[in-house]
């Protein structure tokens, strides 16, 4: 972690409970938490500010899909996120695939886009729950 960050003690509190969490979190659960660790309610744009400067700093992701935050897995600043969600257990998995990263930055280049940031979420099932759950059981 950067020494130039300037992790307060809230931002690092919540950096710490984003960590330590199984699976993403979301704003209010850690604003829930929050108020139950420090005694007082905590406010949601507090909240919200911090999880905006965490994840600008790149120390945590913003999973759209879920609407939740999830530690960096990676360096931190690292431009293209793919996330493997699992929708039977809500794991994430952060992975880097650098046959992604090439595609994208090909077709990028070729219709002269300059990407900035990159996030894929790919939704289905992890090996632990399988991926002929009834939900996904294939149709003839």
Do not use: W
């Not at 990028?108 to 790919?122: D, W």
């Amino acid at each position: 972690m950067s020494d130039d960050l300037d992790l307060t003690p809230l931002r690092r509190e919540v950096l710490d409970m984003i960590k330590a969490s199984a699976r993403p979190i979301k704003a209010y659960e850690l604003l829930g938490l929050l108020s139950r660790r420090r005694g007082r309610v905590a406010r949601a744009p507090t909240i919200y500010r911090t999880l905006d400067y965490l994840t600008r700093c790149g120390l945590i992701h913003r999973i759209e899909s879920l609407n939740a935050y999830q530690a960096c897995a990676h360096a931190p600043a690292c431009p293209e996120h793919v996330f493997l969600i699992c929708d039977d257990c809500g794991e994430v998995s952060e992975i880097e695939s650098m046959d992604a990263r090439i595609a994208l930055e090909i077709a990028s280049t070729a219709r002269q886009f300059r990407a900035e940031q990159v996030s894929i979420e790919v939704h289905g099932a992890c090996r632990a729950c399988g991926t002929e759950t009834p939900a996904r059981a294939k149709k003839p």
